[in-house]
Nanobody
């Protein structure tokens, strides 16, 4: 089992920045690909970004590419999502998830067996 906990959400104006953190405990953090997903009110949960266990390979949703940066610190068992140039449409509950490295299934929700409880990000216009 891997236990995940997000932090860093909040209210920010459009154009602002936030950094989300995801702290992991349990099984070896460095073995897992770590992803961020988000769910806006009335919408389905969607993929945001993923970083492989090596900390080097990353993938992003087109909607956040160039604005968000995912990273991880395996020594601290923590993953981060730096969000810049935030837009009102980024408003959502953000979830971190742990799974396996995959260049094919990285955006598929069911591919990740472990999830955090989520943190709210609200971007005002």
């Amino acid at each position: 089992q891997v236990q995940l906990g997000e932090s860093g959400g909040g209210l920010v104006q459009a154009g602002g920045s936030l950094r989300l953190s995801c702290a992991a405990s349990g099984r070896t953090f460095s073995n897992y690909a770590m992803g961020w997903f988000r769910q806006a009110p009335g919408k389905e949960r969607e993929f945001v970004a993923v970083v492989w266990s090596n900390g080097i390979t990353t993938y992003y949703a087109n909607s956040v590419k160039g604005r968000f940066t995912i990273s991880r610190d395996n020594a601290k068992n923590t993953m981060y999502l730096q969000m810049n140039s935030l837009k009102p449409e980024d408003t959502a509950v953000y979830y971190c998830a742990a799974g396996s490295n995959s260049a094919i299934y990285y955006s598929i929700i069911s591919y990740y067996p472990y999830w955090g409880q989520g943190t709210q990000v609200t971007v005002s216009s």
